[in-house]
């Protein structure tokens, strides 16, 4: 166990819809990191937060969106949802802005009907 | 950006073998190396890493090398046993990023 929480575990939805991912870092870590991992993919960083501010974007559409709360979770908006974005979305935290010792939650398994 | 290239994309060994995973990264100024296994529908999870002040670290039956030179990196398993059957990512960083850049995995499976 990471101590990284994810929230829910599992989601199934339909197309067009909009879904929010939850995530709860390491006691202790400011920098909350989302990653998203389709089917026998490897991992895309999508978005950084350190301390509540945004720090980094990798591949994240516009259709998502991101952010950190003042008690640190965060969470992940996916909107107008495609079969595309089926996937594995997972958070990992570190204590740092910079990407050192990086914890990864369960992740949550997104399927879009 | 930094461009991370991994090989194999898959290997077999025998238990009690020793598996060797390589990994190419682009850029001079990364300086960070993790390496994770992640078993299947479960997290990655970090198992060994090395910053570019220091050649080698080993933890038990795990070791990574690390040659700045060439910009490569390598992930060394002894004495493999059926448990470390997974797929195992390489992933760099470059000082002062803010992100990681991971490889495409290797899966390892590990014949009893």
């Known amino acids: 166990d990471s101590g990284v929480t994810q929230t829910p575990k599992h989601l199934i939805t339909a197309t067009g819809q909009r879904v929010t991912l939850r995530c709860s870092p390491r006691?202790?870590?400011?920098?909350v990191y989302w990653y998203q991992q389709s089917l026998d993919q490897g991992l895309q960083f999508l978005i950084q937060?350190?301390?509540?501010?945004?720090?980094a974007k990798g591949n994240i559409l516009e259709r998502f969106s991101a952010q950190q709360f003042p008690d640190l979770h965060s969470e992940l908006n996916l909107s107008s949802l495609e079969l595309g974005d089926s996937a594995l979305y997972f958070c990992?935290?570190?204590?740092?802005?910079?990407?050192?010792?990086?914890?990864f939650g369960p992740g949550t398994r997104l399927t879009v009907t | 950006g930094e461009n991370v290239e991994q090989h194999p994309s898959t290997l077999s060994v025998q238990e009690g073998d020793s598996a060797v995973i390589k990994c190419t990264y682009s850029d001079s100024a990364s300086n960070y190396f993790p390496w994770y296994k992640q078993e299947l529908g479960k997290r990655p999870q970090l198992i060994i890493d090395i910053r570019s002040n220091v050649g080698e670290k080993k933890d038990q039956r795990i070791a990574v090398t690390l040659n700045k030179t060439a910009k490569h990196f390598s992930l060394h398993i002894t004495e493999t046993q059926p448990e470390d059957s997974a797929v195992y990512f390489c992933?760099?960083?470059?000082?002062?990023?803010?992100?990681?850049?991971f490889g495409t995995g290797t899966r390892l499976t590990v014949i009893p």
């Open positions: 992933a760099a960083s470059t000082a002062g990023a803010n992100n990681l850049f």
């Open positions: 990992a935290s570190s204590q740092r802005a910079a990407a050192y010792e990086q914890y």
């Open positions: 006691s202790g870590d400011l920098s």
């Open positions: 937060y350190y301390n509540g501010e945004e720090r």
